[in-house]
């Protein structure tokens, strides 16, 4: 193990010697690699954060349940116990009919609505779905329509459906960007490893003759590959975090015309480490592929 973990040590000291040798092609190539990267990643936290501000735009998504005219307090008090017993509803409130009157009424109807002799409106319940999925929003809704004394149930679930479907389509697209970006990038990596090998070829055959084996000779290319890419990634966190602290202050104005408070957010930990290592994968791959590939005949 120890023995192990020194090669491994020597390999990553020879490969940053590489790197830091030719100062230029490294940043060049982290440069190249990071912008790259940064594409697909800022469009997968920029749908992120539409999502957040369409639904501080459109408001939380409800459920209406309406009560039958004739249903008395014993029904009542029995949707009461089933919501609160139901963990697919997140929050819920009960809305008696003289309170819907009197709400309506203050919308500007006073007039019409004092000419009725009765009041036409039902108790109802305003349920908000744990969960925003339209599936299961769907099925919640039809629950509720078998319920006792139930008389009509109302989604508000137009707006969800249609910005489940975009974000599906636009997470889809950032996939089909990230894989198309990767394999370039893997080209990328798969040409400098060329090179590097090209111009070391009388060292590399020196090793040989003094019985160095391949996998000792291939180990400093596979770490230079990893570094290299995560460099690129570091450059792709810093173009990231550089686009939303230069848009943080006009997608936040944009929010306040639409009555939300919005605050455009940066990658987290989790995102963070994600970019980092897919960024570290393409560039072993590369480094893998090309050495596979140019080590076997020299």
Not at 70 to 94: C, E, H, N, T, W
Not at 118 to 140: C, G, I, Q, R, Y
Not at 189 to 198: A, D, E, M, S
Request: aromatic letters at 8%.
């Amino acid at each position: 193990m120890i023995h192990w973990l020194y090669l491994h040590g020597r390999a990553f000291v020879q490969a940053c010697a590489r790197l830091f040798a030719q100062p230029l092609g490294t940043l060049l190539s982290a440069l190249v690699i990071g912008i790259a990267l940064s594409l697909p990643a800022g469009a997968y936290l920029l749908l992120d954060n539409l999502a957040g501000l369409a639904r501080g735009v459109s408001g939380v998504p409800e459920i209406s349940v309406f009560m039958a005219p004739q249903a008395g307090p014993p029904a009542i008090d029995d949707i009461d116990r089933r919501l609160k017993a139901d963990s697919r509803v997140a929050r819920y409130r009960f809305v008696p009919r003289d309170q819907a009157l009197a709400q309506l009424a203050q919308s500007g109807l006073g007039d019409v609505l004092s000419g009725l002799q009765t009041n036409p409106l039902p108790d109802a319940f305003v349920l908000v779905p744990a969960s925003e999925d339209p599936a299961s929003f769907e099925a919640l809704a039809s629950e509720a329509r078998a319920w006792p004394a139930v008389a009509h149930v109302q989604l508000d679930s137009a707006w969800v459906k249609r910005l489940h479907a975009l974000l599906t389509l636009g997470k889809s697209a950032v996939l089909v960007l990230a894989a198309l970006l990767g394999v370039a990038l893997v080209i990328v990596t798969f040409n400098t490893i060329r090179l590097q090998i090209l111009t070391q070829r009388a060292e590399i055959a020196v090793s040989r003759l003094l019985g160095a084996t391949d996998a000792f000779i291939r180990r400093p290319f596979y770490w230079f590959g990893g570094l290299q890419g995560l460099l690129g990634g570091a450059v792709a966190l810093g173009v990231v975090w550089a686009v939303v602290l230069a848009l943080r202050a006009p997608v936040a104005e944009l929010a306040q015309t639409y009555g939300a408070v919005f605050r455009l957010s940066g990658p987290g930990w989790p995102e963070s480490l994600a970019i980092l290592g897919f960024a570290v994968l393409l560039g072993w791959l590369g480094s893998a592929i090309s050495v596979r590939r140019h080590l076997a005949w020299d």
